[in-house]
T-cell receptor, first 118, second 112 residues
Framework: GAVVSQHPSWVICKSGTSVKIECRSLDFQATTMFWYRQFPKQSLMLMATSNEGSKATYEQGVEKDKFLINHASLTLSTLTVTSAHPEDSSFYIC??????????????FGPGTRLLVL | GENVEQHPSTLSVQEGDSAVIKCTYSDSASNYFPWYKQELGKGPQLIIDIRSNVGEKKDQRIAVTLNKTAKHFSLHITETQPEDSAVYFCAASNQAGTALIFGKGTTLSVSS
């Protein structure tokens, strides 16, 4: 159990377009999901915390109007990068807390989505 | 806020040797410390975790130790194998449901 998927696994888009990334918990319900961004050879930087049925909480410096997060169900959270620019190119990874497996704090990560903005 | 420091940034060992990665944290309220392994182009995979009411935890070749007084925790990998080569991240959190704060990662290379 505790499988998290992401779609797409990679995407190439033109500057100015919007890109939607989906994060799904496949075999459990996740009330809380997290979105991270990772640049090459760097650590994971938290972007926002996504709670089902409520507004996401964004980290300082992350533009909420640019990175739209929707956690509409207990198994799906989406991240939309609006008006993407080349500097938004990165590896986006989501994680989800499993309510019953492991410690209450345990997070399981998706495989990531590689975004390249031309 | 919490700050997690991780050392070394790179580590090269021979197959069969042991590898040790160390992390320190700043927030004394932190009570959960997971370790993740990330292979190239993939998401992090949880390999072991420890809570602050435990000093050591072991799972086959992997062990984690925690020193709450000194606010540091370490990952120990014994009998390393080439497939252990990856980037390892330590993390900390202080409350159920809150996000993890990650260290900068350690690139482990195991040569045969």
């Amino acid at each position: 159990g505790a499988v998290v998927s992401q779609h797409p696994s990679w995407v190439i888009c033109k500057s100015g377009t919007s890109v939607k990334i989906e994060c799904r918990s496949l075999d459990f319900q996740a009330t809380t999901m997290f979105w991270y961004r990772q640049f090459p050879k760097q650590s994971l930087m938290l972007m926002a915390t996504s709670n089902e049925g409520s507004k996401a909480t964004y980290e300082q410096g992350v533009e909420k109007d640019k990175f739209l997060i929707n956690h509409a169900s207990l198994t799906l959270s989406t991240l939309t990068v609006t008006s993407a620019h080349p500097e938004d190119s990165s590896f986006y990874i989501c994680s989800a807390r499993h309510p019953l497996q492991g410690a209450a704090e345990t997070q399981y990560f998706g495989p990531g989505t590689r975004l390249l903005v031309l | 806020g919490e700050n997690v420091e991780q050392h070394p940034s790179t580590l090269s060992v021979q197959e069969g040797d042991s590898a040790v990665i160390k992390c320190t944290y700043s927030d004394s309220a932190s009570n959960y410390f997971p370790w993740y392994k990330q292979e190239l182009g993939k998401g992090p995979q949880l390999i072991i975790d420890i809570r602050s009411n435990v000093g050591e935890k072991k799972d086959q070749r992997i062990a984690v130790t925690l020193n709450k007084t000194a606010k540091h925790f370490s990952l120990h990998i014994t009998e390393t194998q080439p497939e252990d080569s990856a980037v390892y991240f330590c993390a900390a959190s202080n409350q159920a449901g809150t996000a993890l704060i990650f260290g900068k990662g350690t690139t482990l290379s195991v040569s045969s």
